[in-house]
């Protein structure tokens, strides 16, 4: 069984930057992937970004391409996303999301663990 517990979220204005942590525990997690979710309110939880077990490969959903970036520390056993210039659009609940591979993609059925969630709203 693995947990997860994210931190990191807020209030931050139009351009700023936030970084998100996702602790996790188990003795798996440094050969999981490992990825991040969002869901603004009223919408379907959508797919942000993940790391494979090794930190070696990395994935973007388009609408964060060039501005978040994903990585993680297996010693922490913790899984970063820093976001920088961030827009309104960003404003969801970010997930961090544990899968038993060591490779996973976009698709939400390819993560076995999930977070409660970390609340994050950019202001205009």
């Known amino acids: 069984q693995v947990q997860l517990v994210e931190s990191g979220g807020g209030l931050v204005q139009a351009g700023g930057s936030l970084r998100l942590s996702c602790a996790a525990s188990?003795?798996?997690?440094?050969?999981?992937?490992m990825g991040w979710f969002r869901q603004a309110p009223g919408k379907e939880r959508e797919f942000v970004a993940t790391i494979n077990w090794s930190g070696g490969h990395t994935y973007y959903a388009d609408s964060v391409k060039g501005r978040f970036t994903i990585s993680r520390d297996n010693a922490k056993n913790t899984v970063y996303l820093q976001m920088n210039s961030l827009k309104p659009e960003d404003t969801a609940v970010y997930y961090c999301?544990?899968?038993?591979?060591?490779?996973?993609?976009?698709?939400?059925?390819?993560?076995?663990?999930w977070g409660q969630g970390t609340q994050v709203t950019v202001s205009s």
């Open positions: 188990g003795r798996t997690f440094s050969t999981s992937a």
């Open positions: 999301a544990a899968s038993r591979g060591l490779f996973a993609g976009s698709w939400y059925h390819e993560y076995d663990y």
